[in-house]
């Protein structure tokens, strides 16, 4: 039981992560704007003063982004017992602007005292954070949904 408490939701947040990822190199490659959150987490860990080497930085980044959105599929699964809501379509919109909102500002804040943040379009990011969320909200709440949560 315990097993399958865990497994669930590292199934559905890696999926869902996958989902939101994928969303995102298709719009860096629609847009010739390098726009993936794995690389820019890496850009953060390698540019911190002492911070790794790019060799681990890369890998870390990616490790980072999946363990965020398997960390979120809990919270997910979570907010579902504890409300006792099914998960569908508006619940995916809500959690999705949530989830966004709470990733903007968590973003902000890196770009705003990390001692070397990358020159970029923020604003771009940010519209893109919003919609990548939704890809990973609808994408896990359709996921949990279909592999019924309780």
Excluded at 1 to 24: H, S
Excluded at 53 to 71: D, M, N
Excluded at 118 to 147: A, C, E
């Amino acid at each position: 039981m315990a097993k399958e408490r865990f497994i669930k939701p590292l199934y559905q947040g890696t999926v869902a992560t996958a989902a939101m990822t994928a969303y995102g190199q298709l719009v860096s490659c629609a847009s010739r704007y390098n726009l993936s959150l794995p690389e820019l987490l890496s850009y953060f860990i390698q540019k911190w003063p002492g911070g790794p080497a790019r060799g681990i930085s890369k890998p870390l980044g990616w490790i980072i982004h999946f363990g965020i959105g398997v960390i979120w599929a809990l919270v997910f699964r979570f907010t579902f017992r504890r409300m006792k809501a099914r998960p569908g379509l508006q619940a995916g919109l809500l959690l999705g602007a949530v989830s966004s909102l709470i990733a903007i500002e968590s973003w902000r804040r890196l770009f705003r005292h990390h001692p070397n943040p990358p020159h970029t379009d923020v604003r771009m990011r940010m519209i893109h954070l919003t919609l990548s969320h939704m890809v990973y909200s609808l994408t896990i709440t359709f996921l949990m949904g279909k592999r019924n949560i309780r």
